[in-house]
């Protein structure tokens, strides 16, 4: 896992390359979602990646998906309600991309309910979110995204009830 790209693959080792005129050894990665692309991570920049969860992990993430408090951070400024949930995703954990989805997912439905069009950023943010959340899902599981949302539909009826 690499920050927000999700699950990646180690393409190169100790990969010698000049960025800005520095010499640096880097990690090659190669994004498994449809975003894709070429990520160059140096190698003294490791502790931004880590492995994917454990089945039994994930499952038990799962299970725990309904008990998943929301975050309530609010602030009047939307950039900085945006950077609170933007960070929490940074933190490259599985549990806290489960909180901004599911806390984004009460915000757009509770603007729903009012008949408001949903916030763009909400939106950004669940989708971002969710993905990250499904390509580890799907990794540790080794199956298909859609079946990794039927099971966690299972678990709970509204998890990630937005996406298509």
């Known amino acids: 896992m690499y920050a ?31 975003r894709g692309g ?6 003294d ?3 931004f990646l880590r492995p ?15 008990l998943i408090e929301t975050d309530d951070f609010k602030d009047s400024n939307s950039h900085t309600v945006e950077d609170h949930f933007k960070q929490m995703l940074r933190e490259n954990d599985c549990l806290q991309a489960m909180r901004v989805a599911k806390t984004m997912r009460e915000r757009i439905a509770e603007q729903e309910s009012k008949r408001h069009i949903p916030s763009s950023m909400y939106t950004r943010l669940y989708d971002q979110a ?5 390509s580890e899902f799907s990794a540790a599981l ?7 949302m039927r099971i966690m539909h299972e678990s709970d009826p509204d998890a990630l009830a937005r996406m298509a």
Not at 142 to 148: I, K, L, S, T, Y
């Open 130 to 134: 969710v993905g990250l959340v499904l």
């Open 52 to 66: 994917i969860l454990s089945r039994n992990a994930v499952l038990d993430l799962v299970d725990r998906f309904p």
């Open 4 to 34: 927000n790209y999700g699950v990646c693959i180690v393409t190169k080792t100790n990969e010698p390359l000049s960025f800005g005129g520095a010499d640096r050894r880097y990690y090659v990665l190669e994004a498994t979602r449809k």
């Open 45 to 47: 920049h490791e502790d």
């Open 142 to 148: 080794d199956m298909p995204e859609d079946e990794v």
């Open 38 to 43: 070429t990520v160059y991570v140096p190698m």
